[in-house]
């Protein structure tokens, strides 16, 4: 895999804690996740469930609430939690000083892209 | 090094104690099972159904082997544990297997009593306790003609006789009393017990006492004091259990009827736990599930030496697992001269229903013929509520309280499979049944996680309940009548809310600090009501936290299920002006709004808008005066009016005038869960504001005010408060009854259930009686309102919050 594919997403403080920011492109919108800890993760922007707009819900722990029914999704591996089942695809983040880099090209293992 | 854990005893009790154990803590133990049974773990509640014929052993298996290879567990099955030896903690089995422990589980669980006469010991005399006793009856009702005697007509007795019966056999029950289940019916309803069973075939001799087994090796038949005999092929002695200590007495624990042991679920060697039907907890023993499993999830989270939970007793509730018998009991349901009890009897329709009061609080209740509300009342019981105010139709039901409708749906057992139980999900009641014995779930919340179903809007909750207990048989693990506010604390609303004020908390993370949440930073459930016990709590000073608002209330407009907003603005007390009607046409057009649509609040709705335009739209909107309807809150909504007076011909007040001033006065406010207000001109209450949370209804004397109806999932009309002279009047009491709902209700509970659960009563008692703490309430709603009344939409409009409406990239 080329590293051509990293792109800057922004700068960490222009997400808010415990909250999400969406990169917008024409395959369909990225999820970009901050945790409390300021952890930085990057799901495809769909839940799995009726494809509710996951940077919209409320981050908690490792985890975001679908805004629309309330599936929780793991934003480590992108996977729905049990007893619920489906995932998002994750993209690889990285942050490079204050910057947050993004590779458009999705984790392999999720067929929600 | 992991530290060693043993379990004695392979059964229900225990194993739910590992369970548990495995989620707090996956890693800590090595674990070792021993189990006198060779079988994995079964549920015991189920054997009824299987001699029944309605439900086989690999049905009622909850662990196989498999689970025990799974999670690292060794299982030394068929072998009984002979030896303790505590000072060097080893646990040694009949055939010489040993496992060293660092702690030890005792969950041996009860012995069925077998009554001391002659001739109990012969063949064909057995207990109802395991499968080998199942496997015998089953084997003995291959004989065609054969009869069976079941001594002890309780509920394990007649569960025994029942399937017996079905199984082609002669049953005559034996009972030493004058009443079938006297620990759990009263005379009349063990009469209509008596009965229906009579009617399926059943034979009683009552009030008998035994006096032999008769017979040369195997039973031949059985003999009563009185001297009659009665021939028998089989004899099933169901006179009751007894905890099993016999080892725990040999190793030296102190031991009464049960192993005792103290909230923590520890022995007198407090390396030693004990659960299940061999424990006496402050001098009670269970041996219902329920009481089971809550002791298996305290003695599991001390083993994870988390140490915040105690067993504090159960509240036990019963039913009886017979095909087309309803029956229902629970508390102390015989009363004595310190209680009333109010009595329903409908011979022809077979219903008989008590409720036992002391200080007009549920003590018991028994039920026959019609269990709907058996949940209903075990519910108040277990959270000892003040029934005055439901007393005069508490008999009828909780389906008579509401209007609701749903109440003749309860009767699940004679639903079909493919009716609809949750309509949110559209979960059907066989998909929960499916759920339920397949996937082994035993709670509400099971249900919940697997099937979707009562985890929406929550109406069908009784439904699903009523349908775990006739699936289950009855005594499945309901809910603890202690309700923490989420899975991040054990601490309720009310304390949560109480040490918020008293401790002086002021932001989330040091509220979940005081109140040690489990989690990192909360879940969705709780901080949003966090977020809102602190805003209530400190007006002006709370710095409220946007992060912990669900996405409607953050973004200030409604997510639709594609993914688009809708946005609608206030129209004060429903009246607009042509202007406002051009602006909002304006903005259709120019954002090519999809639909536009007028809502039940006499507002108008726009659909289908970007979340990048609502900026701009509010913006336009602002210039012609129109500011946000907080129609995305828990909050303030509308106030509904009618045209009153100034046109109506039957108008007596000025309506319209009232419902503006109402509104002006109020919005902005944030409330537990959305609030919404009517003012009517006069009795034909053309503004509904008899389903309102509060409504004016105005009479030619003044106003009628009414509180806690909604609309909704549940149909509640209003209780009527009080009347009053004044507008000024009107406000004050608005005021304080929004104020007292604001301070005291849970997050996401409306006007309504909350008015069922504290009582009309006591809400009269501070906003009507007490003139000085209605002026205090209404005082405090004021304050708060000096910072809650700007329009959101116009901050927004002039770029704040952007991070909220932008995207941080576009890509391509």
Same mark, same amino acid.
């Given at each position: 895999?080329?590293?051509?594919?990293?792109?800057?997403?922004? %700068?960490?403080?222009?997400?808010?804690?415990?909250?999400?920011?969406?990169?917008?492109?024409?395959?369909?919108?990225?999820?970009?996740?901050?945790?409390?800890?300021?952890?930085?993760?990057?799901?495809?922007? %769909?839940?799995?469930? %009726?494809?509710?707009?996951?940077?919209?819900?409320?981050?908690?722990?490792?985890?975001?609430?679908?805004?629309?029914?309330?599936?929780?999704?793991?934003?480590?591996?992108?996977?729905?939690?049990?007893?619920?089942?489906?995932?998002?695809?994750?993209?690889?983040?990285?942050? %490079?000083?204050?910057?947050?880099?993004?590779?458009?090209?999705?984790?392999?293992?999720?067929?929600?892209? | 090094?992991?530290?060693?854990?043993?379990?004695?005893?392979?059964?229900?009790?225990?194993?739910?104690?590992?369970?548990?154990?495995?989620?707090?803590?996956?890693?800590?133990?090595?674990?070792?099972?021993?189990?006198?049974?060779?079988?994995?773990?079964?549920?015991?509640?189920?054997?009824?159904?299987?001699?029944?014929?309605?439900?086989?052993?690999?049905?009622?298996?909850?662990?196989?082997?498999?689970?025990?290879?799974?999670?690292?567990?060794?299982?030394?099955?068929?072998?009984?544990?002979?030896?303790?030896?505590?000072?060097?903690?080893?646990?040694?089995?009949?055939?010489?297997?040993?496992?060293?422990?660092?702690?030890?589980?005792?969950?041996?669980?009860?012995?069925?009593?077998?009554?001391?006469?002659?001739?109990?010991?012969?063949?064909?005399?057995?207990?109802?306790?395991?499968?080998?006793?199942?496997?015998?009856?089953?084997?003995?009702?291959?004989?065609?003609?054969?009869?069976?005697?079941?001594?002890?007509?309780?509920?394990?007795?007649?569960?025994?006789?029942?399937?017996?019966?079905?199984?082609?056999?002669?049953?005559?029950?034996?009972?030493?009393?004058?009443?079938?289940?006297?620990?759990?019916?009263?005379?009349?309803?063990?009469?209509?017990?008596?009965?229906?069973?009579?009617?399926?075939?059943?034979?009683?001799?009552?009030?008998?006492?035994?006096?032999?087994?008769?017979?040369?090796?195997?039973?031949?038949?059985?003999?009563?004091?009185?001297?009659?005999?009665?021939?028998?092929?089989?004899?099933?002695?169901?006179?009751?259990?007894?905890?099993?200590?016999?080892?725990?007495?040999?190793?030296?624990? +102190?031991?009464?009827?049960?192993?005792?042991?103290?909230?923590?679920?520890?022995?007198?060697?407090?390396?030693?736990?004990?659960?299940?039907? @061999?424990?006496?907890?402050?001098?009670?023993?269970?041996?219902?599930?329920?009481?089971?499993?809550?002791?298996?999830?305290?003695?599991?989270?001390?083993?994870?030496?988390?140490?915040?939970?105690?067993?504090?007793?159960?509240?036990?509730?019963?039913?009886?697992?017979?095909?087309?018998?309803?029956?229902?009991?629970?508390?102390?349901? +015989?009363?004595?001269?310190?209680?009333?009890?109010?009595?329903?009897?409908?011979?022809?329709?077979?219903?008989?229903?008590?409720?036992?009061?002391?200080?007009?609080?549920?003590?018991?209740?028994?039920?026959?013929?019609?269990?709907?509300?058996?949940?209903?009342?075990?519910?108040?019981?277990?959270?000892?509520?003040?029934?005055?105010?439901?007393?005069?139709?508490?008999?009828?039901?909780?389906?008579?309280?509401?209007?609701?409708?749903?109440?003749?749906?309860?009767?699940?057992?004679?639903?079909?499979?493919?009716?609809?139980?949750?309509?949110?999900?559209?979960?059907?009641?066989?998909?929960?049944?499916?759920?339920?014995?397949?996937?082994?779930?035993?709670?509400?919340?099971?249900?919940?996680?697997?099937?979707?179903?009562?985890?929406?809007?929550?109406? @069908?909750?009784?439904?699903?309940?009523?349908?775990?207990?006739?699936?289950?048989?009855?005594?499945?693990?309901?809910?603890?009548?202690?309700?923490?506010?989420?899975?991040?604390?054990?601490?309720?609303?009310?304390?949560?809310?109480?040490?918020?004020?008293?401790?002086?908390?002021?932001?989330?993370?040091?509220?979940?600090?005081?109140?040690?949440?489990?989690?990192?930073?909360?879940?969705?459930?709780?901080?949003?009501?966090?977020?809102?016990?602190?805003?209530?709590?400190?007006?002006?000073?709370?710095?409220?936290?946007?992060?912990?608002?669900?996405?409607?209330?953050?973004?200030?407009?409604?997510?639709?299920?594609?993914?688009?907003?809708?946005?609608?603005?206030?129209?004060?007390?429903?009246?607009?002006?042509?202007?406002?009607?051009?602006?909002?046409?304006?903005?259709?057009?120019?954002?090519?709004?999809?639909?536009? +649509?007028?809502?039940?609040?006499?507002?108008?709705?726009?659909?289908?808008?970007?979340?990048?335009?609502?900026?701009?739209?509010?913006?336009?909107?602002?210039?012609?005066?129109?500011?946000?309807?907080?129609?995305?809150?828990?909050?303030?909504?509308?106030?509904?009016?009618?045209?009153?007076?100034?046109?109506?011909?039957?108008?007596?007040?000025?309506?319209?005038?009232?419902?503006?001033?109402?509104?002006?006065?109020?919005?902005?406010?944030?409330?537990?869960?959305?609030?919404?207000?009517?003012?009517?001109?006069?009795?034909?209450?053309?503004?509904?504001?008899?389903?309102?949370?509060?409504?004016?209804?105005?009479?030619?004397?003044?106003?009628?005010?009414?509180?806690?109806?909604?609309?909704?999932?549940?149909?509640?009309?209003?209780?009527?408060?009080?009347?009053?002279?004044?507008?000024?009047?009107?406000?004050?009491?608005?005021?304080?009854?929004?104020?007292?709902?604001?301070?005291?209700?849970?997050?996401?509970?409306?006007?309504?259930?909350?008015?069922?659960?504290?009582?009309?009563?006591?809400?009269?008692?501070?906003?009507?009686?007490?003139?000085?703490?209605?002026?205090?309430?209404?005082?405090?709603?004021?304050?708060?309102?000096?910072?809650?009344?700007?329009?959101?939409?116009?901050?927004?409009?002039?770029?704040?919050?952007?991070?909220?409406?932008?995207?941080?990239?576009?890509?391509?």
């Amino acid at each position: 895999m080329s590293n051509d594919n990293w792109i800057e997403v922004g %700068k960490i403080e222009e997400i808010p804690r415990q909250g999400a920011r969406v990169v917008r492109r024409a395959e369909g919108d990225i999820a970009v996740f901050r945790t409390v800890d300021d952890e930085i993760f990057a799901l495809r922007d %769909k839940c799995p469930h %009726k494809g509710g707009p996951l940077s919209q819900g409320i981050v908690h722990g490792k985890r975001v609430a679908c805004p629309l029914h309330d599936w929780k999704i793991q934003l480590d591996s992108g996977d729905a939690v049990a007893p619920d089942e489906g995932c998002a695809a994750g993209f690889p983040v990285k942050i %490079k000083g204050e910057m947050i880099m993004l590779l458009l090209t999705p984790n392999e293992g999720c067929p929600n892209t | 090094m992991k530290e060693k854990l043993v379990l004695i005893g392979n059964g229900m009790a225990g194993v739910r104690a590992l369970e548990e154990l495995l989620k707090l803590a996956p890693e800590q133990y090595d674990i070792a099972v021993f189990g006198a049974e060779p079988h994995g773990n079964y549920n015991r509640i189920l054997l009824s159904p299987v001699l029944a014929g309605e439900k086989t052993i690999d049905e009622i298996m909850l662990n196989d082997e498999q689970w025990y290879t799974d999670n690292n567990i060794t299982l030394h099955k068929g072998k009984q544990v002979e030896e303790v030896n505590r000072a060097q903690r080893i646990v040694r089995a009949s055939d010489g297997t040993e496992e060293g422990y660092d702690r030890l589980i005792i969950a041996t669980g009860s012995n069925p009593f077998i009554i001391p006469v002659p001739g109990n010991e012969l063949d064909g005399v057995i207990a109802f306790r395991d499968i080998s006793d199942v496997d015998i009856m089953l084997e003995a009702s291959r004989k065609s003609g054969s009869k069976a005697v079941v001594i002890g007509g309780g509920l394990l007795g007649l569960e025994a006789a029942n399937g017996l019966m079905k199984q082609g056999m002669d049953v005559t029950v034996v009972h030493l009393m004058d009443t079938l289940m006297e620990r759990q019916l009263d005379k009349p309803a063990g009469a209509l017990l008596k009965a229906s069973l009579e009617e399926k075939g059943m034979r009683f001799l009552m009030e008998a006492q035994t006096e032999a087994v008769l017979g040369k090796d195997r039973v031949e038949g059985v003999r009563f004091k009185d001297g009659l005999e009665i021939p028998a092929d089989i004899v099933v002695m169901a006179v009751g259990i007894k905890p099993n200590i016999e080892l725990a007495r040999q190793i030296g624990l +102190h031991c009464e009827r049960g192993v005792v042991v103290n909230d923590t679920m520890q022995t007198f060697d407090p390396r030693i736990y004990s659960v299940g039907e @061999c424990v006496q907890h402050r001098g009670q023993t269970y041996g219902l599930v329920a009481p089971l499993f809550e002791q298996a999830k305290v003695c599991a989270n001390h083993l994870a030496h988390l140490g915040i939970a105690r067993y504090e007793g159960s509240v036990t509730s019963t039913k009886l697992k017979v095909t087309g018998i309803d029956l229902f009991s629970a508390g102390e349901f +015989h009363g004595d001269e310190d209680t009333e009890e109010l009595v329903l009897q409908d011979p022809g329709r077979g219903v008989y229903k008590k409720v036992v009061l002391r200080d007009n609080r549920i003590i018991g209740a028994v039920m026959y013929g019609d269990t709907i509300d058996g949940t209903w009342y075990f519910e108040l019981l277990r959270d000892n509520t003040d029934v005055t105010d439901l007393r005069d139709h508490l008999l009828f039901g909780q389906a008579h309280l509401g209007d609701s409708g749903h109440g003749d749906d309860n009767r699940v057992a004679a639903m079909a499979d493919t009716a609809e139980i949750c309509g949110c999900n559209g979960v059907c009641k066989g998909d929960i049944v499916q759920a339920i014995t397949s996937k082994n779930l035993f709670t509400l919340d099971d249900v919940r996680a697997h099937t979707k179903a009562s985890s929406s809007c929550g109406s @069908c909750t009784g439904l699903v309940e009523a349908l775990l207990a006739h699936t289950l048989g009855g005594d499945y693990s309901e809910s603890p009548a202690r309700k923490p506010l989420c899975g991040c604390t054990d601490f309720t609303h009310d304390e949560v809310r109480t040490g918020i004020r008293e401790n002086e908390l002021k932001d989330i993370p040091t509220a979940q600090q005081f109140f040690e949440w489990k989690t990192p930073d909360g879940c969705g459930k709780c901080r949003p009501a966090l977020n809102y016990y602190l805003l209530c709590q400190w007006p002006g000073e709370f710095q409220d936290d946007s992060q912990s608002r669900f996405i409607n209330e953050r973004a200030h407009a409604n997510i639709q299920k594609d993914g688009s907003y809708s946005v609608i603005p206030r129209m004060w007390g429903g009246e607009t002006t042509p202007a406002e009607l051009r602006a909002v046409a304006d903005v259709a057009e120019k954002y090519s709004v999809k639909t536009v +649509h007028i809502t039940g609040g006499q507002r108008i709705s726009l659909f289908g808008l970007q979340k990048e335009e609502l900026p701009a739209v509010w913006s336009d909107l602002n210039a012609a005066g129109l500011v946000s309807g907080h129609a995305y809150g828990k909050a303030l909504r509308t106030v509904k009016t009618c045209v009153g007076r100034e046109w109506c011909r039957f108008g007596t007040q000025d309506s319209t005038k009232m419902g503006i001033a109402l509104e002006k006065l109020t919005w902005g406010s944030w409330t537990p869960h959305k609030y919404k207000m009517a003012v009517s001109g006069c009795p034909r209450n053309c503004a509904e504001a008899t389903i309102k949370d509060f409504g004016v209804v105005c009479v030619d004397s003044g106003y009628e005010l009414h509180v806690g109806g909604n609309g909704g999932i549940k149909v509640r009309a209003t209780d009527y408060l009080c009347a009053v002279k004044t507008p000024e009047e009107v406000e004050e009491y608005a005021t304080a009854f929004m104020q007292l709902y604001r301070e005291e209700a849970h997050y996401l509970e409306r006007t309504a259930p909350w008015l069922e659960r504290v009582g009309l009563t006591y809400v009269k008692e501070k906003v009507v009686e007490d003139a000085e703490g209605r002026e205090a309430l209404s005082e405090r709603f004021r304050y708060a309102q000096k910072f809650a009344q700007d329009d959101p939409w116009a901050e927004r409009a002039a770029g704040g919050e952007m991070h909220e409406f932008t995207p941080i990239k576009q890509v391509g």
